[in-house]
């Protein structure tokens, strides 16, 4: 995986501002539609990057203030084209769909009470609901996959974790800044190998190289 | 009337104090309205336009930029929301020093399964929304099956989804 990854050929800053900005005109819906759009072209069409990736790149998104997709596009960005491929993605997201932010501004005052607008927007918006099922669902597979390898033990742990702090933010109403750092510490409970030690050699890690090599 | 430096500022400081797309809103309500320069409606109308343009659901702070400052204020709006993400480099810096650590994997391992249960909780927040009877849902489960299916293209989707709600709703 890791060599087909790294023998991909890299986007020029052109085409990341064509790619990026095509993800940015697209995604109509918000952030699901947007999250949505750039798992499938990074991953899926042009496979620069894999999914693991694309959850660690997001875990850290998660640290900085603002918008975290523009986090995300910088990250991505830069992987891709070093500062000049950070520059060309964020003009890509953002200028045109800011300029047509702009331009629906104006002209929102005159259609926002039209029944047409409202009868669409009720189509749209359960469809972006199931969009971000599949977001939920790309999230997932590498972190659930990897446990379902480990044992029944780590599968039930992971499942748990997703469940509870799904739980924390809906019907306890808890703040995700409250429940992003508390699942972390569970999980560095629970998945930390407290007592082997951190040899290089161990077998374990032998299995996983050998796995990387085989994917 | 407004004075362009500080009206940047106010926005870029709630953007730096804030983590997603909405949660800078309260600082530039309160900001904003002590110096009468926006208006309730302003930020009701700027939430609206962000639900239905293109992008990320943070840029509703561009329509905002734009109602209460003109095209200026749109530009200093989408400049104040563009830098503090950047710091993310700074984070990812951080994060190769300390990926070696023996706690490092557990720990990322528990905030992607966060990320995990905070995506799931967005849909359910989508689908509690008023208007969204049992039609909704069954337009949610069927988007949900044809976009994991990867075999249709994402604004026929859309497009379908809004003709839907069209037929059913108008």
Known sequence: MQQTVSSRPTPGARKLFQIWSSIGLQSFGGGASTTFLIQRTFIDRYGWMTMEDFNQYWNLCLFAPGINLIALTVLIGRRLGGVTGIIASLVGLLLPSATITCLMAAGFVQIQH???VHAILRGVIPATAGIMGVVAFNFARPV??????????QTFLSLALILLSALALIYFNL??????????LLG???FTPWRSRPTPSTPPSAR??????HD | MIDPLLYFLLFFKATLFSSGGFSNLPSLHQDLLARRWA??????????????SPGPNGLWVISLGYLTYGYLGALLALVAITLPPLIVLLVSALYRQIERQRWVPGFMRGISLAVVGISLTVCWTILHQPGIDWLGWLIAIAAFAVALS???????????AGLMGYLLYR
């Open chain 1, 114 to 116: 039209l029944p047409v």
């Open chain 1, 144 to 153: 659930i996959q990897r446990a379902y390898k480990e044992g029944k033990a």
């Open chain 1, 175 to 184: 703040p995700v800044v409250v429940v992003l750092p508390c699942t972390a």
């Open chain 1, 188 to 190: 560095m409970l629970l």
């Open chain 1, 208 to 213: 996983e190289q050998e796995e990387i090599a």
């Open chain 2, 39 to 52: 208006t309730d409606t302003d930020f009701s109308e700027s939430v609206a336009i962000g639900q239905i």
């Open chain 2, 150 to 160: 990867k075999r249709v293209n994402f604004l026929l989707l859309l497009s379908i």
